[in-house]
């Protein structure tokens, strides 16, 4: 594998060794497949990790995109997650999830 474009990172709510956040009850993990499905599919060179808790709760899911330094906030959905993508692609930031 070559060394990635970009890296996302979604909070899994780990505090310690326990998932005690909100975005891990929002699904935050269930979304990481789609996520690497997507990136295959649309031949993305990024990599996806869970996270420990970024500590923004109120704004979760949460999720980072490394170097570019976008953090989406209530990624939610995979209506979310094509919007971030698609923005990725164009090398823009998906403004209507960035967090403020």
């Keep these: 594998m070559k060394k990635p474009d970009s890296h996302i990172f979604v909070c899994a709510s780990f505090r310690g060794t326990e998932a005690k956040g909100k ?11 789609y996520i690497e499905e997507e990136l295959q599919d649309r031949g993305i060179n990024a990599m996806v990790s869970s996270t420990g808790c970024l500590k923004l709760c109120e704004e979760g899911p949460v999720m980072v ?8 906030k209530n990624v939610v959905d995979e209506k979310t997650i094509d919007e971030i993508l698609d923005a990725l692609e164009e090398g823009t930031a998906a403004e209507a999830h960035l967090l403020a």
């Design 23 to 33: 975005c891990i009850k929002k699904d935050s993990m269930q979304l990481i497949n």
């Design 65 to 72: 995109v490394y170097p570019q330094g976008y953090w989406y």
